[in-house]
Nanobody, 121 residues
Framework: QVQLVESGGGLVQAGGSLRLSCAAS??????MGWFRQAPGKEREFVAA????????YYADSVKGRFTISRDNAKNTVYLQMNSLKPEDTAVYYC????????????????WGQGTQVTVSS
């Protein structure tokens, strides 16, 4: 049974940093992604990483500020978020990429429960 558990969210001031973690069980050797959903908005792609970690992908809105990484020995994917802005406020989800492009939500399955990130101005 596949299970994804996100952690690391919280309240931070603008310009601050947070590191999210996504611990996975029941699967291995899958590309993974992070998405976020703000109130009243669609869930949107944030970042993704290949199963080896050699390739990473980012939304333009977070490029240069966020870094995705993984530790396959721990079956964990991370999202380091720096220079946070109020518009980064959302629930952040990790998910398993099942095929197709990295940027499309429809290519992901097995979602975690999400972790809230709130950035105050």
């Amino acid at each position: 049974q596949v299970q994804l558990v996100e952690s690391g969210g919280g309240l931070v001031q603008a310009g601050g940093s947070l590191r999210l973690s996504c611990a996975a069980s029941g699967l291995s050797r899958y590309a993974m992604g992070w998405f976020r959903q703000a109130p009243g908005k669609e869930r949107e792609f944030v970042a993704a990483i290949s199963w080896s970690g050699s390739s990473t992908y980012y939304a333009d809105s977070v490029k240069g500020r966020f870094t995705i990484s993984r530790d396959n020995a721990k079956n964990t994917v991370y999202l380091q978020m720096n220079s946070l802005k109020p518009e980064d406020t959302a629930v952040y989800y990790c998910a398993v990429k099942m095929g197709g492009t990295y940027y499309s939500r429809s290519n992901y399955d097995y979602w975690g429960q999400g972790t809230q990130v709130t950035v105050s101005s």
